[in-house]
């Protein structure tokens, strides 16, 4: 059974509890940050640290841990639960007041709940395979960029895309290709440029993405940062997603067609090989 933290105190999984009017449950005014676990060491920690305080920040949500605590505390649930790889999830809310479309007071202290996850994350079938997305409207709220826990839409296309066969949706907005459910979106051409839609509030600003980027630009590789339409993707030579918990995963078919030679591509190969070294490299 699990050790899971709750507002600073570390409990077994079956005797942690919140309040039945914690906003995270009654309004989905929450954020949280997922961090992968790599030999037992935390990856892209200060990373994550930094987006959870913007997402609260744009949310009007304090802070009530500092950065020392937070990586403390990820390290004390990966020592207590044995963690080698998988991750740790952290949530913060707004905390428990009676229900009020209106923010609580201040004072109301935030509910701060983080728990392991034990998976593998580099010896994955998915990476091997390769995905098949689907590709559907996006029709999440416009502040995809706070990372809230407000899932419903991406959790329900991804549910209804498992059931016909694909393993996850891709979104688009106005013929555009957004971000997957629940990672960032990227074709490769056929000249060997690798595309993928620039930072702003339609998609989440991916950690691993701009790790990956910076990667990119390193080894001299062509990268665009642009809006790339479904017809683009699917022409690609490559397509593939990033996330903190996928790394590089290689998309090798959309809408049930075939990308490239429909086998996960040697360019994503690589990138994904790139990302995990350097992020071996730089664990905490
Ligand atoms: N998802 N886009 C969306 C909508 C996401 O939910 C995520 C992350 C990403 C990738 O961001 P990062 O590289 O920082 O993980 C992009 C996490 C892993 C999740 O919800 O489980």
Redesign the pocket.
């Known amino acids: 059974m699990r050790t899971v933290f709750v507002n600073g105190e570390y409990l077994k999984e079956n005797e942690a509890n919140i309040s039945i009017f914690d906003r995270g449950f009654l309004f989905g005014d929450a954020v949280y940050e997922?961090t992968a676990v790599l030999g037992g060491k935390l990856a892209e920690f200060d990373n994550h640290m930094n987006r959870l305080k913007r997402s609260l920040g744009e949310l009007d949500m304090a802070l009530e841990m500092d950065k020392d605590s937070l990586l403390a505390m990820h390290r004390e649930l990966v020592v207590r639960n044995n963690i080698e790889e998988g991750a740790i999830y952290l949530q913060i809310s707004r905390g428990a007041a009676d229900r009020d479309f209106l923010f609580p007071s201040d004072e109301t202290p935030t509910t701060i709940v983080a728990f392991t996850q034990e998976k593998s994350l580099i010896d994955t079938p998915l990476a091997k395979r390769g995905m098949k997305v689907n590709l559907v409207e996006d029709l999440r709220w416009q502040r995809?960029d706070i990372k809230t826990v407000q899932l419903l839409y991406?959790s329900l296309m991804k549910s209804r895309a498992h059931k016909a066969g694909a393993d996850d949706v891709w979104l688009a907005r106005d013929g555009m290709v957004t971000?997957?459910s629940?990672?960032?979106a990227y074709i490769v051409t056929y000249d060997g440029e690798i595309i993928t839609r620039p930072l702003s509030t339609d998609?989440?600003h991916?950690?691993?993405?701009q790790s990956l980027l910076s990667y990119i630009q390193k080894e001299g590789l062509k990268l665009t940062e642009r809006a790339f339409s479904i017809e683009e993707a699917k022409a690609a030579k490559e397509a593939f997603v990033?996330?903190?918990?996928a790394f590089v995963i290689g998309v090798i078919s959309i809408d049930g067609e075939a990308i490239g030679d429909g086998k996960v591509g040697s360019m994503t190969k690589a990138l994904r090989e790139i990302y995990i070294n350097e992020t071996l490299k730089a664990l905490i």
């Open positions: 997922v995809s991406s971000e997957g629940s990672n960032n998609i989440l991916g950690i691993t993405r990033t996330s903190a918990s």
